[in-house]
């Protein structure tokens, strides 16, 4: 072999072995195809548009499902009532009565008929009969043996009433005069006006001893001086007198049957 051709073979050799030196040992490819399609079906799922290459156009997203969401169950706890317990009270098996006021309790329905007794209030007494047209009920008497007709103006009954028979008024009694007060004092004040006349006032007190009187009636020297309203106690006036001259004062119950008996007093001055 001559020289020229030993030449070319070494030139040969040396690029040979210079592009063998120079390149990268083959590394083993991955299925470039599998990879890319399990990218993409990630980048799907989570709704993320894969960024396309240089160069290509942008790819459609496509929308995402729309979410249903249901409303919440209300679930409502019942409200629990109590119902309240009625308590009967009983009726008493004796009809009763009892009042908001002291009220006499007499032999019928009038101030006519005698005085029988009081119902008191706080007490109460057992109903034996009414008299419906004249409001009255008739009682057992609270303060002795036997009935007695009770006003019903402040009368409250409890019970049943509704076997109560009707009763008739007795006859009305004669009427009779009422009692005489009693107690009848005065206190007196006198001022001098000039000797020897004075005035002075009285103010009368006594004792009703009558539940029967129309009225009192006051006397100045035993002559009728003045009417005074039935039930009243007291009484006040003025008048003139003279220097140790005594006046006779007197009062009297009376009705439509006569007077009771005058209590007198005398007052002087000074």
Known sequence: ??????????????????????????????????????????????????????????????????????????????????????????????????????????????????????????????????????????????????????WGRYATTEGDISAIPEWTPPPTPTPAPPAAPSNFAAAQVCVDTGAPNFDVTVDLVWTDNSDNEEGFVLYYNGSPDAAIPADQTQFNFTIPVVDSVPVNIGISAYNAAGASAIQTLQIVCP
């Not at 709704?47 to 679930?75: K, N």
């Not at 009809?95 to 009220?103: D, E, I, R, W």
Request: hydrophobic letters at 40%; one cysteine or more; glycine letters at 6%.
């Open 1 to 150: 072999m001559n020289k020229k051709n030993i030449f070319i073979i070494s030139a040969l050799l040396a690029i040979t072995l210079a592009c063998t030196i120079g390149s990268s040992p083959p590394t083993p490819q991955e299925p470039v195809d599998e990879i890319a399609t399990s990218v993409a079906m990630t980048v799907q799922a989570g709704g993320i548009a894969p960024s396309p290459a240089p160069g290509e156009p942008p790819q459609a997203t496509a929308p995402l499902p729309a979410m249903t969401v249901a409303p919440p169950t209300i679930t409502l706890t019942p409200t629990i009532t109590f119902t309240p317990t009625i308590t009967l009270t009983p009726t008493p098996s004796i009809p009763m009565v009892s009042v908001s006021q002291n009220t006499n309790c007499r032999s019928g329905p009038g101030i006519v008929y005698d005085y029988l007794g009081a119902l008191l209030i706080g007490e109460k007494a057992e109903l034996v009969g009414k008299n419906t047209i004249n409001d009255y009920w008739i009682i057992k008497n609270q303060d002795q043996f036997g009935n007695c007709w009770l």
